[in-house]
């Protein structure tokens, strides 16, 4: 039972690159999110998701895109890195009263 | 916009003692939860309280929730230095699917 993996845990890109993280859960979830975590500042959510096909924006979508084409699926876009998008993102898969949250992603944008 | 304040921020301790970390939040909201973050790990949940008065224990950990005055309590019993971690509230809204954070409570047992 591997509950939600998320990939990569580490990685540095260079300003304007893109990549995605790649979130899976197989708990058949249907409401997934994307965070980040930032010193001081707690867990801000970026998007979420409450069943494939079905996405919406956090509290700072702002740089990121998402897509839900399967329940188990959820990555997040970086279509152009900036700096300000250093920071540890995790990805959480909600269940009837409980959020599980992956591994997390320790990005840093040169 | 839900709001949630966490505090203290920062809470240094010695091991044997009792503390007490608050959560206030600003709006409505059917369900509290509490995490645990060690460093460079993920977010491990503690409680999920889901009505008015619950409260719910686990070893030296107790929360509380009182949703007429929107706040929930964590309370630390006879503190040992494996508690040392950082503790996060979390409010839920919109049903569960939206979860905000609080910005969490450094918790520094000295044995």
């Known amino acids: 039972n591997a509950g939600v993996t998320q990939t990569p845990k580490f990685q540095v890109l260079k300003t304007g690159q893109s990549m995605t993280l790649q979130c899976a859960q197989d708990?058949?979830?249907?409401?997934m999110s994307w965070y980040r975590q930032d010193p001081g500042m707690g867990l801000r959510l970026i998007h979420y998701?409450?069943?494939?096909?079905?996405?919406d924006q956090g509290e700072v979508p702002n740089g990121y895109n998402v897509s839900r084409s399967t329940t188990e699926d959820f990555p997040l876009r970086l279509l152009s890195a900036a700096p300000s998008q250093t920071s540890v993102y995790f990805c959480?898969?909600?269940?009837?009263?409980?959020?599980?949250f992956g591994q997390g992603t320790r990005l840093t944008v040169v | 916009e839900l709001k949630v304040e966490q505090n203290p921020l920062f809470l240094s301790m010695q091991e044997g003692k009792n503390y007490t970390i608050y959560c206030n939040y600003s709006?409505?909201?059917?369900?509290l939860y509490w995490y645990r973050q060690d460093p460079g790990k993920s977010l491990e949940s503690l409680f999920v309280?889901?009505?008015?008065?619950a409260v719910k224990q686990e070893g030296r950990l107790m929360a509380s929730l009182d949703t007429k005055a929107r706040l929930s309590t964590l309370h630390i019993t006879a503190a040992v230095h494996d508690l040392s971690a950082t503790y996060f509230c979390?409010?839920?809204?919109?049903?569960?699917?939206?979860?905000?954070f609080g910005t969490g409570t450094k918790l520094q047992v000295i044995p």
């Open positions: 959480a898969s909600t269940g009837d009263t409980e959020a599980f």
């Open positions: 708990m058949n979830h249907e409401y």
């Open positions: 998701s409450v069943g494939a096909g079905i996405t």
């Open positions: 709006t409505t909201s059917d369900r």
């Open positions: 309280l889901l009505s008015n008065g």
């Open positions: 979390a409010v839920g809204s919109g049903g569960y699917q939206k979860v905000t």
